[in-house]
């Protein structure tokens, strides 16, 4: 009776590479992807499910910016810093996705410490992660709070269509929200980390199944996807 | 049952996949209420669903009171009719039949067919449901609210949808309605990602998918469909809860209500119709698909035949489904799109006929020369096949965009989809009920009740629909409370109306003989034996039967063959189970 998350693929199976070993794995026995676990197959299926919900919350945004009667704000003029006596344009957001891109740097060196079993490390750079997370999220409230100081609202927006303010609120923040939950599992993570919870095979809180390192790496599945997300939503409304 | 032992030959497969332990429930509460058991989920999700697909019933009842006896009942206005006949739409297609297939069916039959111990994550599973719930409690909730439910039709069109004109819209009731949706759609995807890893990642020792029987084929396909359309759904829900509640222009475009300038402007209600049918569509089939595969399950086993073209069914069935997501805009040919996308969808549209027609050829050439038991839960099945046929076939008008244009929004659009995803499925689901109620309970339903239930249900559907058609040739609009004296419509409508109504209180009275079976032959039933109708597949093969706690014994089922082995030459019965090696060698079968 061990966990889940060990695989074992019999040496007796000897599997093609390329298309021909798709179809066999997809034809074979008793699992279809070989040496992936049940719960990383969940994560992927699940961003998988993911990603038609920012797919779909994009198209909304790109019919919606075309099919509008007013003009749609100029992005480098709404988005830029007023610091000193020049307007930077799109200094906020090169920083905070600066901030992101790094988090993903971080969570890779947090998952390359847990398959080394170095608790400790580990637990450090999943806080870092965090932490460049959290960051985010709080210049993301800046840049909302900017925006609302200005008068942009859900439902009207000074400097052009009222759309503006109701997509760029819904999509940011509902990708902040993603954000916002990764911390929270991050943080979560980090302290069974450093606990050892992993290492002595304690049972979950919730589910009472056991946990091992392989965790850590689909935490960082879920935390690059939302990275990923990030670079569309940038592309789409800060540079279109 | 057989006792698989290691000593088997030596192509037995290697395990993959370590056992798991289970999670053993230690009260009351964590067995039956907070249970992670796919089994007890299973019953949970169906007797919630069955119960709120009661007051849809109910709630059609009353439409055909109103559509049958115009002026008689005071109690039902406009307004009112529009808040039934809303409710009656989305608690069938989404909170009975989406739940009842997937999460009734999936949750019970997918761990036993493919020979697991449970679903792959027992405690999302078991939050899957509860959220349903919730889901299912909010839906209520919103029938006693001031204002009452929604009346917005279960398409939610906007702007109609959220303005003061329509039942509901400036009160709590669209409101309501929204959350519950996003609450399902929610807790469906907690269960769905379960029922798609379990089947992909947790089969039994030579279960391979070609060996999976049709109906997990068809669950799996439709959870599939499910993942990938809700999203469009939940976007859509999210940004409508946004326009209502603070005043956003996605869906809503400038209006003057009621001698008022409305706040809104420059929204597109089209994109709402795109997203809503996104999701539409599929859902067709996410209901659909599971029906294929049981019945085709149903019919190989009384009739004692192998299923024909198993291949075939099955590529049927992943084609679909594949399909079903490029044929959306075929709801929306009166929309004011560009005509070229009605010509695109048309033609998608009748592409879908060649892959279902290919199913029902292969049903009938199953059935051909087999022994048909003429049991309920074949009945059934043969009901649902002509049912399907039928609906089908006004499918093929109503996707043509010159023939659909003047039947749009007419009584043939209700007769249409009423036939081909509303009775054919409920037949297949009453089929499967009297098909897998002995492996649940142990017990044998009255087979007498059941044969007089299928037939008041199957004989009254027609009587209830088929006219129905004809009155939509005529040329009555749909969602009108009553028809007032227009010039077009002839008498014969109102007598056919009425007639239809009778028809209908028979056939809603009728199903209390089924619920009557359903709980008198709990305690009074025949008890059945761990494989009353001598089928091959694993759930039949349990060691107890209803199937314990972690389904199988001490060791999983070997599986050695394909599902259909019915009649097979040689063996000492006419069938052979999944896990039976057979009377010649061990890996005889396809």
């Known amino acids: 009776m061990t966990n889940t998350g060990q695989v074992k693929v019999a040496n007796s199976v000897n599997r093609a590479k390329g298309l021909p070993g798709l179809v066999e794995d997809w034809s074979s026995d008793q699992r279809a992807f070989k040496n992936v676990s049940w719960r990383k197959a969940m994560m992927w299926i699940f961003l998988l499910s993911d990603t038609f919900i920012f797919s779909i919350f994009l198209l909304s945004y790109m019919t919606s910016r075309m099919s509008t009667k007013v003009g749609w704000p100029n992005a480098s003029e709404v988005f830029s810093l007023h610091i000193g006596h020049t307007n930077f344009p799109l200094l906020l957001i090169a920083i905070m996705t600066f901030v992101l891109i790094s988090s993903s740097g971080t969570m890779v060196l947090a998952v ?10 580990t637990a450090i750079m999943l806080l870092v992660t965090a932490l460049l997370g959290a960051t985010f999220v709080g210049m993301q409230v800046f840049e909302w709070s900017k925006l609302i100081s200005e008068g942009v609202r859900p439902w009207s927006n000074p400097m052009g269509a009222p759309q503006f303010g109701g997509i760029f609120f819904m999509i940011t923040g509902f990708h902040g929200t993603h954000v916002s939950i990764g911390v929270i599992f991050l943080l979560v993570m980090a302290q069974k980390v450093w606990r050892g919870d992993y290492d002595t095979q304690k049972l979950g809180f919730f589910t009472s199944r056991k946990g091992d390192y392989e965790c850590v790496e689909i935490m960082g599945l879920y935390w690059h996807f939302v990275d990923l997300v990030w670079v569309f939503i940038f592309a789409f409304f800060y540079l279109w | 049952m057989v006792e698989t032992k290691n000593t088997s030959p030596p192509s037995v497969p290697p395990a993959e996949v370590d056992e798991v332990e289970l999670y053993h429930a230690k009260s009351f509460w964590t067995k039956y209420v907070f249970s992670q058991d796919a089994k007890v989920i299973a019953i949970q999700y169906s007797g919630v669903a069955i119960a709120i697909g009661l007051v849809a019933l109910v709630l059609s009842s009353l439409i055909r009171l109103q559509l049958g006896f115009p002026e ?13 006949v809303t409710m009656h739409g989305m608690i069938m297609v989404v909170y009975l039949l989406t739940a009842l297939f997937l999460g009734g069916f999936g949750n019970y039959l997918i761990p036993l067919m493919i020979g697991a111990r449970d679903m792959s994550f027992p405690y999302v599973n078991m939050l899957s449901f509860w959220i349903y719930f919730l889901a299912v409690l909010v839906l209520v909730g919103s029938f006693f609210v001031p204002g009452g439910p929604t009346g917005a039709g279960w398409t939610l069109y906007p702007p109609q949808a959220i303005l003061s004109g329509t039942p509901g819209g400036k009160g709590l009731g669209i409101i309501l309605m929204l959350v519950s949706l996003a609450l399902f759609i929610v807790g469906f995807t907690m269960g769905g990602l379960n029922y798609v890893v379990t089947v992909l990642q947790g089969r039994t020792r030579g279960m391979t998918m070609m ?6 084929w068809g669950i799996f396909t439709a959870t599939v469909l499910a993942l990938l359309a809700f999203p469009a759904l939940l976007v859509a829900t999210v940004m409508m809860l946004f326009d209502r509640l603070l005043e956003t222009s996605f869906f809503m475009p400038s209006l003057v209500e009621f001698g008022d300038q409305l706040s ?13 049918w996104f999701f539409g569509h599929p859902e067709v089939y996410i209901v659909a698909l599971p029906a294929f595969g049981i019945v085709s399950d149903l019919i190989s086993t009384h009739a004692r035949k192998n299923i024909f073209g198993y291949r075939m069914m099955v590529w049927a069935i992943v084609g679909i489904g594949a399909l079903s997501f490029i044929v959306w805009a075929h709801h929306m040919y009166v929309s004011g799109m560009h005509p070229y996308f009605g010509f695109f969808f048309a033609t998608t549209t009748l592409i879908i006929a060649v892959p279902t027609a290919l ?16 049991n309920t839960p074949m009945l059934f099945s043969l009901g649902f096949i002509v049912t399907f046929l039928n609906g089908g076939l006004t499918g093929l008008f109503l996707g043509n965009v010159i023939v659909d244009i003047p039947l749009s929004d007419t009584m043939f659009v209700v007769a249409h989809f009423h036939m081909v995803m509303g009775v054919a499925p409920i037949l297949v689901v009453f089929g499967a009920i009297y098909h897998w109620y002995p492996k649940i309970s142990g017990r044998m339903l009255d087979e007498r009740l059941g044969k007089i239930h299928f037939w008041v249900t199957f004989v009254g559907s027609y009587l209830i629909f088929f006219p129905m058609h004809y009155i939509g040739l005529v040329g009555v609009p749909r969602r009108y409370p009553e028809l007032g004296d227009a010039a077009f419509i002839p008498d014969s409508v109102a007598t056919l109306n009425s007639f239809i109504s009778l028809a209908a209180f028979i056939v809603g009275i009728a199903q209390i003989l089924f619920l009557y079976n359903l709980f008198w032959s709990l305690r009074k039933g025949r008890p059945s034996g761990p494989n009353p109708w001598r089928a091959t597949t694993l759930e039949w093969q349990t060691p107890h039967t209803p199937p314990a706690h972690g389904n199988f014994g001490p060791e999983l089922p070997l599986v050695y063959r394909w599902p259909y082995d019915y009649s097979v030459p040689g063996a000492s019965e006419d069938f052979l189970a999944q896990n039976d090696p057979g009377p010649l060698d061990s890996e005889s079968s396809t």
């Open chain 2, 264 to 276: 809104y402007g420059g929204g597109s209600p089209i994109l709402f119709q795109h997203l809503f």
């Open chain 1, 112 to 121: 390359n410490y847990g398959y080394r079993k170095d608790r400790k490390l």
């Open chain 2, 72 to 84: 008689m009942f005071d109690f039902i206005t406009p307004e009112t009719y529009y808040q039934f």
């Open chain 2, 211 to 216: 060996r999976l029987p049709l109906t997990v």
């Open chain 2, 359 to 374: 199913k029902v050829y292969n049903w009938i050439l199953t059935l051909w020369n087999g022994n048909i038991h003429l």
